[in-house]
């Protein structure tokens, strides 16, 4: 056997990817196993494990059952199984595995989906004519379809929802795109081949187009979470860096926004991990933008100032950006430069990059605009009347461009008015808001 190549195991290089670890770390970690497993050390070493992933070698069975405990995936979602082995698989075991990430996405009962519901949302969304066939068999017989489906009509679809975010209601085009989702999960279990890989691309961008939408727009972030879990899988299918990248980045808001910045920062490595495969330094620029807003809401007003440094020196060159990369750019970098400066004390230099910020933002960067008003007032706290004008053109924003984030934005600034009279009409207004939101249908 000397000398025989295997595949490339791409998944477990990317589960590796993932969790930020290099070679040595998955090394360390399987001998630490074997040690609590009264097994003798073997001279496990970083260039074997680094073997396994490029086919040099095939993983020995007394090291796949530690991989398998360290990475917490089967064997088959690490490529650790012969074709020998899978064929030993059930036959029911596609459908399982197709059903538990069914499960994932729509949250069960949690959310109120049902098939019913899903096709409202696709008729909804002008989709019946790529559906058409589909609706008329049972969802098991359904998916077995995909590979009639023209992967670029539903990746058109996708970009189409994705041109509507800037544009659209949030709640409407949710539902639109989260159904679109769940139509995607089925069709890559079903997919084979080079379709398989273009449709898990655009389930990817979908699924994290539905994530953002879930967190940032409706504040539903438990919701987001299994939307971010499908798109991250859909990565591996597809074997796009930049996207994984995206959507770890995406992550680690969740737990950033959460008072969890351990947990965030540990999302935003593993993210880090995957730009270093050809992936733009406009995504590295925007990671470390979302790395300096974790580290300035715990506290950390220094570090969140230096990776504002390192996205700013890497988006000097303005390199090309993938086509769905929409939602960053220089302005951006000093939206986020704004709030990194505050959190650092600095509010004149904070009310500089706010104001370009604003100046830039174009129709693209509406929902942004009720953000960066808001730390403009934060960053004008010591006079009254000019933070609380600021406030009222974040609900001006608001009311034209509906953004979640915005609003708690807006009610996390307006304690720099105290009891004033500025604050209690303030008070009023974002009550009016919220109450105005909480009547349209579907909120």
Excluded at 183 to 211: I, N, Q
Excluded at 289 to 310: K, P, T, Y
Aim: charged letters at 20%.
């Amino acid at each position: 056997m000397t000398g025989r190549r295997y595949p490339a195991n791409r998944r477990l290089a990317w589960e590796r990817l993932q969790r930020g670890w290099s070679y040595e770390e998955v090394a360390e970690r399987i001998r630490t196993e074997m040690s609590h497993a009264g097994e003798t050390d073997t001279g496990l070493n970083a260039n074997t494990v680094r073997r396994w992933e490029t086919g040099e070698r095939w993983p020995d069975p007394r090291y796949r059952k530690h991989l398998v405990a360290i990475l917490d995936k089967p064997a088959d979602q690490l490529g650790l199984l012969t074709p020998d082995e899978l064929a030993m698989r059930p036959q029911a075991e596609t459908l399982h595995e197709f059903r538990r990430l069914w499960d994932m996405i729509t949250g069960g009962d949690e959310t109120g989906w049902d098939r019913a519901s899903v096709l409202r949302a696709l008729l909804g969304a002008s989709m019946l004519p790529l559906v058409a066939p589909l609706l008329s068999l049972d969802p098991q017989a359904a998916y077995a379809q995909a590979k009639a489906i023209d992967p670029r009509a539903y990746a058109e679809i996708v970009r189409c929802q994705r041109t509507l975010y800037w544009t659209s209601p949030a709640r409407p085009l949710y539902e639109a795109a989260y159904a679109h989702t769940q139509l995607g999960t089925g069709l890559v279990r079903a997919a084979t081949g080079t379709s398989r890989a273009t449709l898990a691309s655009a389930l990817a961008e979908s699924a994290l187009l539905t994530a953002r939408l879930a967190f940032f727009d409706l504040n539903q972030p438990a919701v987001a979470q299994r939307c971010y879990d499908v798109a991250l899988a859909a990565t591996r299918e597809a074997g796009d860096h930049a996207l994984a990248a995206t959507v770890l980045g995406h992550m680690a808001f969740i737990p950033a926004f959460g008072h969890d910045p351990t947990a965030a920062r540990s999302l935003i490595d593993a993210a880090l991990q995957h730009t270093w495969h050809g992936v733009s330094p406009a995504v590295r620029s925007w990671l470390h933008c979302v790395a300096s807003e974790v580290e300035a809401r715990a506290g950390a007003g220094a570090a969140s100032r230096h990776q504002i440094d390192l996205a700013a020196t890497a988006i000097t060159t303005r390199p090309e950006v993938p086509e769905w990369f929409d939602y960053y750019d220089i302005d951006r970098l000093h939206s986020f430069a704004g709030y990194a400066v505050l959190s650092a004390g600095d509010h004149a230099e904070a009310a500089r990059h706010l104001a370009k910020s604003l100046a830039g933002l174009t129709a693209a960067g509406a929902k942004q605009r009720s953000v960066v008003l808001a730390d403009l007032a934060s960053a004008h706290s010591s006079d009254g009347d000019h933070a609380a004008d600021y406030l009222n053109q974040a609900l001006d924003a608001l009311q034209a461009d509906w953004y979640g984030t915005g609003l708690e934005r807006v009610r996390a600034v307006r304690q720099v008015l105290g009891d004033s009279r500025e604050g209690s009409q303030l008070d009023e207004r974002i009550a009016a808001l919220a109450t105005s939101r909480a009547a349209l249908p579907g909120s």
